[in-house]
DNA sequence: ACCCATCATGCACCGAATGTGCACGGTTAT
DNA sequence: ATAACCGTGCACATTCGGTGCATGATGGGT
């Protein structure tokens, strides 16, 4: 409903170049440019200045994004309340959801729209919360699951989201079967102080949760080894090089020589999952019955922990 | 900005056929017909039914239409906003003005903009109110200098319209030439209440200025002939037909036996001119600078008459 | 009751808008 | 200096969207 060039501009505005636009939103780059230099032909204004060996917003473009937030989540408002008066639903509906604890809550969800809504088209994305934003923004998706953190790429009231949480999830520490602490039920993280951690890279999802969980409880882990996957995680812990956090969501099958260990004490890191939408579409029925399905699924996996973890 | 297909709805709901919605948007029935199809089909909604030979919105329709309001409104907000920030202004700007009166409001505009802002764009329609307001909707013009009544196509907050009175213009008595009261300066209506009467059919954009005007003192006139055009009118109060109302801009030229003559009493009838705008579009630098010349052309007017009739 | 006016819509056709892929020029980092 | 990167222009293809005409359906006029 909105030109597509302005959720275009959008999208520019939080990734900066072209290229990552035109890998957002799936159009090719010459695409992006045209659709770009078209948009300011129609309006008569001049939103991008050439910058190097790129293209940045003018104060006018930076003041057209920011003041189009209003606009879709009047647009999102207007069509939920449509939709809701009309008792109808759309025929398409992304999803976006990041590693496998999200996946335990989205691949639920979309089997039962897919059974609730048999002509409605679910697609599901795989992406980290950064990139489901940037998703959700591009218009490439409609609801995304994903992990809250204190950085700057998530924000409480951003005024292009709507956010709700759906729950904690707390982290475990997994150490080697061999470790003398194997036997244990329960640790603190100041008993692992000393141990070689294992993580992933920094500037990844988990690593500023992983600080965050250590700076919580006065501790410094010293960071023996990288690891993107968690199946690599722990096989690396199964090798004895070392001890890592698991999310409790996160499966550990059948690893060999792994121990998944409650923490305890004063640090009880856990991560928030929350679901988000642009602002405005929460009233939209496929959203609030998405929403429920993903509350129910949360409820189940909370009644099934002991009483003092929920 | 906003999707044309649901412009052309939102012109579909002021006149209820496509033929209409083709002739006021420019394009052809079929267009209009296939534009509606795939504003259903896109938005997942039903929004029109059969209905006779025609078609008529449905629930979810008038919902649509109605709740578009504040979203073209955010939009025009934001264009001006932005519009204004950045210092710039559009290419093109669409006038539109009824009769002659609201001509001598806008030829000066149109002359005015065209020399300070060369490379602008300026299209002139002359389109009774009625058709203003569609003509604002359509977004075809961008201002329209009107006759405010009180009808039902004159309300004073539309949720669509900004409206901004210009001044207002007093109707004087035109008689012929040889009538006893032709060398007076003025009269009360009362005086010229047994006088055949001629005004335009009714249902016509000042058929209910005119009755009001009657109704205001009390008195109900004798509609002996009706006319179209000012012209015509002057010319049969010239050949003795019968007497009439003429606003004060609308001039006499060289009428032969045809006296214009104030009108005093209680009922002092005028129509009042007002501009406007769409909602959120009168930030707009062009509408604002459009609306001073406009104000200032009131002002010479006003300033051209004498101190009791302003 | 018949006929015609009116209205919306489907279809064939056409043009313009908008996409892609590739090559090029400018800019920064190594 | 060279390479990598980024945006953009150009040729080309495709699709979207509009027109004009014919058709079907409905309701008012006589």
New interface residues.
């Given amino acids: 409903?909105?030109?597509p060039r302005?959720i275009t501009l959008r999208v520019f505005a939080r990734c900066g170049t072209v290229g990552a636009t035109a890998e957002l939103t799936g159009y090719s780059p010459s695409a992006v440019s045209a659709q770009l230099r078209e948009l300011q032909r129609m309006?008569?204004?001049?939103l991008l200045t050439k910058d190097g060996r790129g293209v940045r917003l003018?104060?006018?473009g930076r003041?057209?994004v920011s003041?189009?937030d209003?606009?879709i989540a009047?647009?999102e408002r207007?069509?939920a309340?449509?939709?809701e008066?009309?008792d109808?639903?759309?025929?398409r509906f992304g999803l976006g959801g990041f590693s496998t604890a999200a996946a335990q809550l989205l691949a639920p969800l979309a089997a039962a729209l897919r059974s609730t809504r048999p002509l409605l088209e679910v697609q599901v994305l795989e992406a980290n919360p950064a990139r489901c934003f940037d998703l959700l923004v591009a218009e490439r998706i409609d609801l995304a699951v994903i992990v809250a953190m204190q950085s700057d790429t998530y924000v409480e009231d951003d005024p292009r989201f709507e956010q709700m949480v759906l729950l904690d999830d707390p982290l475990d520490v997994i150490i080697p079967g061999d470790h003398p602490l194997a036997s244990r039920e329960s640790v603190t993280l100041e008993e692992l102080a000393g141990e070689p951690w294992i993580t992933e890279a920094a500037g990844s999802t988990y690593h500023s949760l992983f600080t965050a969980a250590f700076t919580a409880v006065g501790v410094t882990p010293r960071i023996a080894h990288e690891a993107v996957e968690w199946e690599t995680q722990i096989a690396f812990v199964g090798a004895g090089l070392g001890v890592g956090l698991l999310p409790r969501l996160a499966p550990l099958h059948s690893a060999e020589n792994v121990v998944r260990l409650r923490i305890t004490g004063k640090g009880r890191p856990s991560r928030r999952i929350v679901a988000a939408v642009r602002r405005g579409s929460i009233a939209s029925p496929l959203v609030q019955e998405s929403l429920g399905i993903l509350q129910s699924s949360a409820q189940r996996i909370l009644t099934a922990r002991p009483e003092d973890e929920r």
Same sequence: chains 1, 2.
């Fill in positions: 409903m909105i030109d302005l309006l008569g204004m001049q003018t104060a006018t003041f057209l003041g189009s209003a606009l009047e647009w207007l069509r309340a449509a939709m008066a009309g109808q639903v759309q025929s």
